[in-house]
């Protein structure tokens, strides 16, 4: 049974730290996406990748949040420096399935304090 | 203006019986797709069924179905026989063609189903 891996779970850590997660998605899937949830904002697309391309990442605040996909089986977020506004949880998701419905991971709950 | 629409933050249904989720779009696109998701207290979203603009039958998996009304813009899902382990929150989503080529994903805010016994 695919699935889309998300490490780490959990991250606890100082204001001004770097985060790096990373994604596994399903393998064969071509598109890859990075969302971001809050109470207060509800689920946020942050970046999209077709084929490894960055399609879009309008949703993204681009002073301090990274995204890549250096090969096909990870995809990164990266936020330098962290702030306490940046505590959610960061789902990343890959599209396939007949009609490219979205795979979602886990998650990985960050807590920027 | 919001692209997807979800007026109810909280919904409850007694065991067994049917429950509709509203969902209302905004899309000046003929070509569009349409999604729900489910959010149990895990977190992870799960997605439940499908229907493309140019589907004219009305989408169902098992017990879910989507009372698709395109002149409305409204992708109601409809679960029939509710179940304990239907408590959870659902999302409509919203799949559109972007400038460039990509299709970009919107959610709504979701609305929150408690299944009572």
């Known amino acids: 049974d695919a699935r889309v891996t998300q490490t780490p779970r959990d991250k606890v850590t100082e204001m001004g730290q770097e985060v790096t997660m990373r994604c596994q998605p399903i393998l064969g899937h071509n598109t890859v996406f990075w969302y971001r949830q809050t109470m207060m904002q509800g689920l946020e697309l942050l970046a999209y990748?077709?084929?490894?391309?960055?399609?879009?990442d309008s949703g993204m605040p681009k002073d301090r949040f990274s995204a890549e996909m250096p090969d096909a089986t990870l995809a990164t977020l990266k936020i330098q420096p962290s702030e306490p506004r940046d505590s959610a949880v960061y789902f990343c998701?890959?599209?396939?399935?007949?009609?490219?419905?979205?795979?979602f991971g886990p998650g990985t709950r960050l807590t920027v304090l | 203006a919001q692209k997807i629409t979800q007026t109810q933050p909280g919904m409850f249904v007694q065991e067994k019986e049917a429950v509709t989720l509203d969902c209302t779009y905004d899309?000046?696109?003929?070509?569009?797709?349409l999604f729900w998701y489910k959010q149990p207290s895990s977190g992870e979203m799960i997605f439940l069924i499908y229907?493309?603009?140019?589907?004219?039958q009305n989408a169902t998996e098992g017990r879910y179905s989507l009372n698709f009304q395109k002149a409305r813009k409204s992708a109601n899902l409809v679960i029939s026989a509710s179940q304990l382990g239907d408590s959870a929150m659902y999302f409509c989503?919203?799949?559109?063609?972007?400038?460039?080529?990509?299709?970009?994903?919107?959610f709504g805010r979701g609305t929150s189903l408690i299944v009572h016994p």
């Open positions: 998701a890959s599209g396939g399935g007949a009609v490219e419905e979205q795979f």
């Open positions: 899309t000046s696109d003929q070509s569009y797709g």
């Open positions: 990748f077709r084929n490894r391309a960055p399609l879009d």
């Open positions: 229907q493309g603009s140019y589907d004219e």
């Open positions: 989503a919203m799949r559109e063609l972007a400038s460039g080529g990509s299709y970009i994903p919107t």
